[in-house]
């Protein structure tokens, strides 16, 4: 056996990245005459084949109704649908099946948090603590809750390198504090926040932590326990599954002592005109016929991810971020915005008077997909004084060599804006 | 590339590193603003309206490229123009980017704007400071937006 050091490359031989976009059959294809190259990951993911045929076929074999129908159909599609909560529990590691209650994605969860738990605990005066790096999806629902209540909604700031400043995250926990609401990896910058100890702070002081998780879940492993917060929201579609399914964890100590969200079917274990039974969790919050394929799609996803491995994509992730910052860092003139230590999937960056939209007309125009834009965090870019960034975001099919196809058409856009 | 070049031709880089007509005018009779949410696009267009015609018209703001020549080469080429010659203009600056027009009859140095219509995300780039002009002349207080 050699025992040369390894490079990064054969270290990940078991992750054969050239092999896996064979699973993504959008990814061969050309665009204005040059291959796509996807990095915008973080608005959402391609989907694998599996993710796609197990969709195919549910609605070819097994479509149905579920929770309902006595005859085979329907059984065949209550157990795909409850196996995909399944998957869902293991992928995060939740205690219990029923702590995974199905929605249409990150946003949903976190209104249904706010406006359930919220509207339950939050009252005049209180306060929900945030960051300056959320998302829009986990600011507004809390600016909603805030003016329902005449509550205060409370932001914790970040550094220059884009990271959580804890010492002050810490002095605006107070007795007036109900709820603490932070995203796990910033979709704008690419932090990733210490969730434990976040956790750990905020439950000294008895106050429930919820994590958006939209894009850590791709990204990372996660445990939920070992997180120890209270909630975990996750968007499908961000993690290689349909879009219009992703789902809320909740402890089933507080999901059971939460009011319903929405009224309907399946919420419901009996009904009469004056008293209705709410089912029991994860039912409660399922209110209606639920998206059911793409549920089903977002458990052939997990699978999906569990073949491959977490523990391998975050490291295949991390090399690519790396390569990449060093890369662009050698142009002239290009500023990466989000420099924190602990980052992932994120490459957000500016270039001087050239306007990200112009950035990104031209890097297309290369077959080169990224973002540009406020991405959804405008609070985010006016920390920052700017208007807008380039975001480029990987996801677990990148390769080297795209990150060459970015910095080539970087170099174009110097070339065009001269 | 040649259609990037089209696009970002020399006299609209030029125009929106050193645009004309920028800054503020204090006695603007008329003035609005406009805004593209989804990349950020601002502007405020400020117009000193005399007997009918344009006596001024000036604009501040910040953008991309193409929305920042647009505004800049419209101040110059609506200086003097009446409102409805500003409307015709608009008319047909608005058939050019959007690829309904063929000719570029009439429009001068605005002719150079064609390259846009190749690229329909970017229509509403070049026509954000005239829809913010057509709001300012028609006294609309609300800032238009592009979404
Ligand atoms: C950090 C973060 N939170 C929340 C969301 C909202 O997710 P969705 O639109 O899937 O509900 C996103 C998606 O952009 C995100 O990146």
């Avoid at chain 2, 500003?86 to 600056?93: M, V, Y």
Wanted: hydrophobic share 40%; glycine share 8%.
């Amino acid at each position: 056996m050699s025992t040369a050091v390894k490079t990064p490359q054969q270290l990940h031989t078991e992750f054969d990245v050239y092999r896996i976009r064979e699973d993504f059959p959008v990814l061969a294809q050309q665009v204005h005459g040059k291959p796509l190259v996807y990095l915008d990951n973080a608005a959402t993911t391609q989907k694998p084949l599996a993710v796609i045929d197990a969709i195919s076929h549910y609605y070819r074999c097994d479509n149905s109704n579920i929770h309902r129908g006595v005859h085979a159909l329907s059984e065949r599609a209550t157990e795909a649908y409850e196996n995909a909560r399944g998957a869902a529990q293991g992928f995060i590691n939740a205690a219990d099946r029923k702590e995974i209650i199905f929605l249409r994605g990150t946003t949903e969860a976190i209104n249904l948090v706010a406006q359930t738990y919220g509207r339950e605990h939050v009252g005049a005066g209180d306060e929900v603590l945030i960051t300056a790096m959320e998302h829009h999806s986990n600011i507004v629902p809390w600016q909603i809750l805030c003016k329902q209540k005449g509550a205060k909604l409370r932001v914790a700031p970040i550094n220059d390198r884009g990271e959580l400043v804890l010492e002050e995250f810490e002095k605006l926990l107070g007795p007036k504090t109900k709820l603490v609401a932070v995203s796990h990896l910033s979709n704008a910058l690419g932090t990733i926040n210490p969730i434990k100890q976040i956790t750990r702070m905020a439950h000294e002081r008895g106050i429930p932590v919820l994590v958006d998780g939209a894009q850590a879940a791709p990204r990372m492993p996660v445990d939920v326990q070992d997180l120890d917060c209270d909630f975990y929201a996750v968007s499908g579609h961000k993690m290689y599954a349909p879009t219009g399914i992703g789902f809320l964890y909740g402890k089933a100590a507080l999901l059971e002592a939460m009011p319903p969200y929405q009224g309907g079917g399946d919420m419901i274990a009996s009904v009469t005109f004056d008293k209705t039974v709410y089912n029991r969790l994860p039912y409660k919050f399922e209110a209606g016929t639920p998206n059911i394929a793409d549920t089903i799609g977002l458990g052939a996803a997990i699978e999906y991810l569990n073949q491959l491995g977490l523990e391998n994509i975050e490291p295949h992730e991390a090399e690519l971020l790396a390569y990449a910052t060093a890369e662009v860092q050698k142009i002239p003139g290009v500023e990466v915005v989000g420099t924190a230590r602990e980052k992932a999937g994120v490459l957000s960056f500016v270039m001087g008077e050239i306007h990200p939209h112009d950035i990104g007309t031209i890097l297309d125009s290369e077959g080169v997909a990224v973002r540009t834009g406020h991405h959804c965090a405008q609070p985010v870019m006016q920390r920052y004084g700017i208007p807008a960034t380039v975001r480029a975001s990987f996801g677990l099919y990148n390769t080297r060599e795209e990150v060459d196809a970015l910095v080539r058409g970087i170099r174009k856009v110097k070339e065009v804006m001269g | 590339m040649s259609e990037l070049r089209e696009l970002y031709q020399e006299t609209i880089l030029e125009h929106s590193r050193k645009p004309r007509n920028f800054g503020e005018l204090p006695s603007a009779s008329h003035k609005a603003e406009g805004y593209n949410p989804l990349c950020g696009d601002h502007y405020t267009i400020f117009v000193n309206l005399k007997d009918g015609a344009i006596d001024d018209i000036r604009f501040n703001g910040a953008g991309c490229a193409i929305s920042k020549a647009s505004a800049s080469m419209m101040t110059q080429s609506l200086k003097g123009k009446t409102e409805s010659e500003a409307e015709e203009i608009f008319s047909r600056f608005h058939d050019l980017v959007t690829g309904q027009q063929n000719g570029t009859d009439n429009l001068g140095k605005l002719a150079v704007f064609a390259g846009v219509s190749e690229f329909p995300l970017r229509v509403k780039c070049a026509a954000l400071a005239w829809h913010a002009l057509r709001a300012a002349l028609r006294g609309d207080q609300q800032a238009i937006s592009t979404e």
